[in-house]
């Protein structure tokens, strides 16, 4: 049975998994390219490319998080699935191996940094792309539909002392019955598992934030400033929806999410999918909205019990969710006479 009670950053640097908790997956192509020459750059981003497949995946990373948080993805499709997918992970602008500039960060600007790093590998295709996002991610990839005509959309604050960090991360990112269940990677542990999945992530936070190098205060600050500052109307999403095309986008969010609520998720949805905003009632109980539940043409899935982190919490299933948006991509690419 698990532990009760989470293990301190002291036990969790000494637990012989520590140190692997950052899986060896080898790209078969990383490097730094610089971006933004003509924006305020040159500013440096570290990307790495995995898997070799004709289904093109770009991962963008929320606030504060690093390319390796996609690991679980990046396994399951493009080393497991190779030879059906490449994916893309990368740092933002202020974060990891990126450089990270003091200057003023926006979600468009991030944008550019993304189309010219997927340009830079070659993916120039016409609608090549599916683009995940999650988080300060999704934001991005709201802001790559204006940028560019891609193809899909899928769809925190600091210091005290360190257990204190680590556990108010831990409460606004996921769910307490996820982090008090045993480890889930320990089939895929390479030396030991941990007492639980929150231990298991508290030890990567320590080890990002034990590398100044990855994670400074100023980047993340700078990251932040660009979600709280991202806005985008009912029209907007609505000129997004019919450029990219709804049945191209899905839209994923958790009732229990504290980071961005779950109303939020709902407003984005019906702006996608109705070119609609606020109805004014989203704060009094979503089951009073008639609409959030409903199917459209933008493929939504609204799953009460979850937090901020579904890739991870459900990974199995939002894995499913992606590979059937990519496959309906293809299909309207087959339909529509896209050639590459």
Sequence with gaps: MAESRPMTA????????????????QPTQKGKFAVAKGRGGPINIAYEVHGHGDR?????????GMKYAWQRQTKDFAHTKGDHYSSLVFDNRGIGESDKPLMRYTTSEM???TLELIDHIGW????????????????????????ENLRNRANL??????DTQIINVKRNLYTSTWLLSPDELAPESTVQAFPTNGDRFAANEIWKRSSPEYFQKKGFMLQAIAAGWHYKSPADLKTLA?????????????????MITFPHGVVLWRGLEKGEGKTGKEYMGMEQEED?????????HFVKEQGHVIPIEMRKVFGAWLENLVERGEKLNADEGVAR
Aim: charged share 25%; aromatic share 8%.
């Design 111 to 113: 944008a550019k940094d």
């Design 242 to 258: 019919e450029s990219v095309g709804r049945r191209r986008i899905m839209v994923v969010h958790g009732g229990q999410d504290r």
């Design 124 to 147: 120039t295709g016409i609608r090549e792309l599916h683009v995940i996002g999650v988080s300060l991610g999704g934001m991005i990839a709201q802001e790559l539909g204006f940028l």
């Design 56 to 64: 093109h995946l770009v991962f963008l990373m929320g606030l504060g």
């Design 157 to 162: 604050f600091i210091p005290k002392p360190l």
């Design 292 to 300: 959030v539940y409903v199917e459209g043409e933008v493929e939504k």
């Design 10 to 25: 002291v036990e969790l640097v000494e637990h012989p998994e520590y140190n692997h908790t950052i899986w060896p997956l």
